[in-house]
Structures are given as C-alpha cells and as structure tokens.
C-alpha cells in the first residue's frame, strides 16, 4: 500500500475556524485517510514519513480562469511556428502552474480533450482540469481572429472546433459541437476584450435570444453550466439575464447589475492579476498601441468595480486569465483579492472549496480532509500573516498532488 505521513506541520485549510497546529496527515493511495496528532496515527510498515518542520500545508489552489495552451496571444507565433510547438510550450505551462501551487484548473480556451486525457494518464506533470475546448464568438467578436486580409488566426485543428457562431441556430449547433469535443463546460464571450483584433472590451457580443439558447442547450445536455468571458455592462447584464452561472473579469459591472448577481447566486470571477500585469506590459510597450490603449483604460475601472462588487455580496472565485499573461504566477491573484476587501482566509477559499464547489467538485478536493484527493501544498510561513507570500512559487516547498511529490523544494 502506497502510504505517506505528513508530520509536525500546521494545517491552514477553510473548512477550520483557526489553523490547526502540530497535526500529521496521512496518505494512501491518493487519498487522506486521516488527520491528527503524529502520536494517534498508526501507520503501516513501509510508510514513508515526511517531517514538516513546523512549516504550513495548505489544500491545493484551483485557478478559475487559465489557457493552459496559450502563450499570450501572440498571432505571429501562430502564424510562423509548427503546430508541434504549441503543444510543447504548453507542457512548461503545465508544471509552471503545479510549480505556483495550482493542482486543479478550469481551462477557459483551447485545452482539448486529448490534453485532459493525457493528464489524467500521467503522460507529463499538469494540473487536473475541466476544460471548455473552444469558446463562443459572433463573427468579428472576442475569439474570431479573421484579419482584415482575411487570414483567419485562431489556433484550429481536429478536436479544436472554430469558435464562430451567430443566431439562435448557430449558436445551438456549436453548443452541440463543443459540447460533443468533450467540453466540460461552455464559454462563451458576450462583450469584446482586451487582446481581440475586431472590437474592444466594452462592445456587447451576442443577444439575450442567443445566450438563452446556449444555456439551455447546455442544461439539456448533463446540466453543464456556461461561464462568459463579459467586460462591458450590456454584456454582463445579458449573461446573468440568460442565466449564465460565471462570470469573468466583469470590469464595467455597475451596482444594478452586482446586486442582480448576488441574488441570483452567479459566480464573479475578477483575474484582477491579468488586468495588473496586461497594465504593466502597456506601461513597458511590451502591447501593441491599440491594445495598450484598451489595456490601460480596462485598468481604470476594475479595482474600484471590483470593490463595488465584492461589498454587493457577489460571490468571487480565483482566476487569473494566465496564458493571455504568463503562467506560474497564479497565487499573486490572492494579495489582489485581498485590495478589494477579502481577509487572507476569505482569499484563500475562494481559491480552493469555495471553487471546487462552484465546479461540483467539493466531494473530491478544495480542502484537506478525511476522503479528499491529496493534493496539497506546503509553506514555510503563515499566509495569513502575509498573503502575498504565497505569491512567488519560490515560496511553495512541495506540491502534492493525488498524494504524489509533484514539487520538492524542501530536501
């Protein structure tokens, strides 16, 4: 029986009121199978035990909002690199998001399901995933990459379904495609954004007819839930109208529309860290001129909307949109949540069983307990006495994930 013990540590976990100290976790076979004081654990001849020296573990991040396969929407690379390329850079993404202490993810774009599959066959180290394959675009909107010359630059081949659909039927019948490439949820993008070639972040993208015809489609098919990609307040507005479950980024959100989330329960999930950092390459002339002129006005608002938002009660989760910035910076996105008003523990649930149970996941993972994955990681100090700590994967001695080392910083 494959069984370690994890010994003299402090448990940091959200289902706890305080930390627990001086605890010992055992592992077998993946799981936890239990959580004590070292000296009421018996353990099996053979057990493999790991001294914590004191440090903190806490649950294994989920990072809301990623593109594992994407490396900042750069269209010349798509243009001039093989496509073999694509996939190789993706496997440094994969352990660069494991590396920042992100077990479990939610890929908003262009994960397919032969990268979640050879994930769960331990074919290279990634995290866990759910998986939306190709999001939803009108034609000309947020994820239709045709340029005025006509060379359409959207990352396209079998199993990856082109993201262009438009009316009733159309967007049923991508619905059905994406759904049947194995989509574990939709993504559909209701306002332009940031990196798009056709149209700007507050440009309402797709009509309420349309959007509820997603979603219902959607529910027909597995009760799979629909997440949208939603800048502008028309389109916000729209998706939570159409009964959308997420939404993501949110940057023009209004009080009206805050409050119409929080009493229908939708989710926010903010990336503050992608409008941070996209700031920063516009300041440094890392984006090109009219990106970065969109780029700097989406910065304007969202810290304060955000803020806004969070004190209407709209519940927020963790993402950080990394992929369109680069990866393996992940857990920087708690400090940015903790500006607009969450406690270091509220920041850290957001992120692990307050995610896990926005994804129906919560049986499985999300925090360290009896019966749960063992997918954990280990700190040499308290984030709740510096949150921002955990933001540098230097700071994050091991991983665990399914109970394996998949990081080791520690010996």
Not at 65 to 87: K, R, S, T, W, Y
Not at 96 to 122: H, M, N, P
Not at 334 to 358: F, W, Y
Request: proline share 3%; aromatic share 6%.
């Amino acid at each position: 029986m494959n069984s370690k013990l994890i010994k003299n540590i402090t448990i940091i976990d959200p289902s706890q009121d305080e930390p627990l100290d001086n605890r010992s976790i055992l592992v077998k076979n993946g799981k936890i199978v239990a959580i004590d004081k070292a000296t009421c654990i018996d353990i099996d001849d053979g057990c493999e035990i790991i001294d914590g020296e004191e440090n903190f573990i806490l649950p294994g991040f989920i990072d809301m909002h990623v593109h594992l396969m994407a490396n900042g929407f750069l269209f010349e690379d798509a243009m001039n690199n093989p496509l073999a390329i694509h996939f190789y850079k993706a496997l440094k993404n994969m352990k660069d998001t494991i590396d920042a202490g992100v077990t479990y993810v939610r890929d908003c774009g262009l994960a397919d399901i032969g990268v979640k599959l050879a994930q769960k066959k331990g074919m290279f180290l990634a995290p866990k995933m759910k998986i939306s394959v190709m999001p939803l675009s009108i034609s000309r909107g947020h994820f239709d990459f045709k340029l005025n010359s006509g060379f359409d630059m959207v990352m396209n081949y079998p199993g990856l379904p082109h993201p262009v659909c438009n009316g009733v039927e159309g967007v049923i019948t991508k619905t059905r495609e994406v759904l049947g490439s194995k989509a574990d949820f939709i993504k559909v993008m209701t306002t332009g954004g940031v990196v798009s070639i056709n149209d700007s972040p507050e440009f309402t993208q797709f009509n309420r007819r349309e959007l509820k015809a997603i979603v219902s489609e959607a529910k027909m098919r597995g009760n799979t839930k629909v997440s949208a990609h939603a800048h502008g307040s028309g389109g916000i507005e729209n998706a939570v109208k159409a009964g959308i479950h997420f939404i993501e980024h949110g940057t023009y959100i209004n009080k009206k529309i805050a409050k119409l989330m929080a009493d229908e329960g939708t989710y926010l999930v903010p990336t503050r860290l992608v409008i941070s950092e996209t700031k920063k390459n516009a300041e440094k002339g890392k984006l090109k001129k009219d990106l970065s002129k969109k780029a700097m006005e989406v910065s304007k608002f969202h810290k304060e909307n955000m803020g806004m938002a969070y004190n209407e009660g709209v519940k927020m989760l963790m993402g950080t949109d990394s992929g369109v910035i680069e990866h393996g910076q992940n857990l920087k996105e708690l400090k940015l949540l903790c500006e607009i008003g969450m406690e270091p523990m509220e920041a850290i649930t957001s992120g692990t069983i307050e995610a896990a149970k926005s994804m129906e996941i919560d049986n499985e993972v999300g925090s360290i307990a009896i019966g749960k994955s063992a997918d954990m990681i280990m700190t040499d100090k308290n984030p709740l006495d510096d949150i921002s700590y955990l933001g540098d994967s230097n700071n994050i001695l091991m991983v665990f994930q399914d109970g394996k080392i998949v990081k080791n910083r520690f010996n």
